[in-house]
């Protein structure tokens, strides 16, 4: 199909032809109308397929095959991907699926993905409109959380990222830029603060940081989740006292255990009051504020110096889409921006432009996920967007409901948001570990719904994340129904 043969079949020279673009376009034409099909297929019959299925070892043999010194017909390609790849995903995008917390995505999502494919831009820099796309989300943001006009934003992979990129730049807040040069001096003992809740990409941030995540302190939490904001003042004044140098708190707007979002108000005058860069981890919460009935539980995250969101959680732009918000895009640029030669500047023309990513983060090339982004938004609207996530917190309050009226199962956490937690109990009254894990297991391998399983005060819980769009109450009933019927089976007296 897509051979070096010109259509009158001619020899061409290989040498004369090393561009990979196709011979014939009409055929490449058929070929990619087939795979769009063949995924909007897909995508249409989702809720009739398992949410997941084990791949047998004959597919995993495919991908375990020497390197292709020559190349291969395209559909050839596309049916492996068709009978390898797509039937043996993680499920995410299923309505069955509520474990982790993963976005659905949807059909606007990947057809914009389609077209930055093609399209092919390098967010990097220079002046051309894929840059004033990003500008326009950046914008949008601010307006999203209320941020001022100085705010600046960038795209990266993910909130682990966002929280990594915030962290250096409370750093450099803290300690001015030349601790750019310096890196940090013994004398500097950097401290910070969180819960003990908090996600553990961010203890992580602290190592690749060069701070140490011992200097987080992991400050305890409330019966609802949210940290305990007396315990981190005191914690914040014995670490003054000791010399250390406070330098940034983190909140969560949504942990990722239970949900819970903490007192942003709270933590922005803590921040106030003792000079902290405040910082949220709003990566599964934060756009919550899209929706008018839950936008309440978020008051005070306006007030944040950095905000970490994903738009490829609740916002259900595909995967990667992560963001951070900063209430002063100088103090990005401080951060991050130097001067290669090579990235040098013109008034004009392809490298001219005044907003260059690469100088208000870590990548240089980066790709265009402000185009899923725009998509998304412009398609569906933020009132869908917010209305899919209080649909989603209905339904946790439903399952939630199911759950206090069945004597076999325990709620384990306060659901304030999308995610929750429950147990199957034994017949003795105790949360057996190795029933709790062999329901989860067990469910994966039946299909139909998908949680996680996660511990709780050293507890094993159910996690039910309600992360995707597409979810409906006979899913949340045939969580429990099943939860049910495979516990009991277990749950028999031991001869
Ligand atoms: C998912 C998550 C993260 C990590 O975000 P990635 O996008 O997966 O890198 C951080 N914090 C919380 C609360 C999360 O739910």
Known sequence: MFSLQEAGGAAVDRHERTSLDP??????????????????????????????????????????????????DLADVHAIFRDNILPYGSGNIHPGFMGWVQGG??????LAEMLAGGLNANLGGRDHMPIEVERQIIRWTREIFSFPETAGGIFLTGASQANFVAVQIARCRKLGRDVRATGLSDETRLV??????????????FEMAGIGSNQLRRVAVNEFGQIDVDALERAILRDRQEGLVPFLVIGSAGTVNTGAVDDLAGLRHIAHSYDLHFHIDGALGALGVLSPGLAHLFAGIDSCDSLAFDFHKWGQVPYDAGFLLVRDSEWQRQTFAS?????????????????????????????????KTWFTLKTYGV????????????????LAERIEQE????????????IVCFAYVG??????????????ERLHAEGRVAPSLTHLNGQPAIRAAIVNHRTREADIDQLVL?????GSRQDLPQC
Request: net charge negative.
């Open 407 to 418: 004597s076999a199962l325990k709620l384990l956490a306060p659901v304030a948001l999308n």
């Open 105 to 110: 995505s949807t059909v606007t999502g990947m």
């Open 383 to 398: 009132k869908a967007l917010g209305e899919a996530m209080s649909a989603n917190c209905r339904l946790a309050r439903r």
């Open 427 to 440: 017949m003795d009254g105790s949360i057996p570990a190795s029933i709790n894990a062999h329901i989860v």
């Open 23 to 72: 011979d014939d376009w009409q055929a490449l034409r058929n070929q990619g109308h087939r795979m769009l099909d063949d995924m909007f297929d897909h995508l249409q019959a989702l809720a009739t397929k398992p949410v997941w299925q084990p791949a047998p070892s004959s597919v995993r043999a495919e991908f375990d095959m020497p390197l292709p010194v020559e190349g291969s």
């Open 192 to 205: 910070a603060y969180a819960s003990s809740e908090v996600h553990g990409c961010i203890p992580r941030a």
């Open 339 to 371: 001067d290669a030669a090579y990235l040098s500047r013109a008034a004009t023309g392809l490298a001219g432009g005044d907003w260059w990513p690469c100088d208000y983060g870590p990548d240089l090339s980066r790709g265009f996920r402000a185009l």
């Open 482 to 486: 099943s939860v049910l019927t495979i």
